[in-house]
């Protein structure tokens, strides 16, 4: 019996489109809450481009000194353009930082493999940054659709006033 009165009740949902009233002051807030996200969303983005950069310039790095023959002289990346000559002499390990200024020595291999894990998922969490984006900016741009449309009920409504206090 209760299943037959879930189905009835489904079946008049899919009939009736919901009506939901907000007021001005709801809509207000959640497009200043959206713009607020988007901005939060907007930094994280910029953010996560900045490190993807940066561990692809590492990623070249690290493959240039596995090219490299020890000894060799070479020009050796300090980031944001910056170079050094110097002369690798250890191609097998590298020293990859820790927390609070500790370095240990890791196989070239392993930084490599780290580095490329770690672009992974850096690329698959600016993908869904950018997805998040994306569902905010709709949200906003059906919010501002809404006040549009409130605006311009309330403008008619004033106008429709005018007009009746003008003939009486």
Known sequence: MA??????????????????????????????????????????????????SEMISALDSVKGIK??????????????????????TNTKTLKNSLAGNVLVNTDIETVSKNLEEDLKKAGTEMSKTQTEMQK?????????????????MMQENQNTKEQASDVS
């Open 67 to 88: 090219n490299t023959t020890e000894g060799e002289n070479t020009l050796i990346s300090l980031g944001a353009g910056i170079y050094a000559e110097g002369k690798i």
């Open 3 to 52: 299943k037959k009165e879930i189905e009835n009740t489904e079946k008049q949902a899919e009939k009736k489109p919901r009506e939901m009233k907000v007021t001005g002051q709801q809509l207000m807030d959640t497009y200043k809450n959206d713009q607020a996200k988007l901005e939060g969303l907007e930094r994280k983005g910029k953010a996560l481009q900045k490190v993807i």
């Open 136 to 152: 905010v900016q709709r949200n906003l741009q059906m919010v501002s659709q809404m006040l549009q449309k409130g605006q311009q």
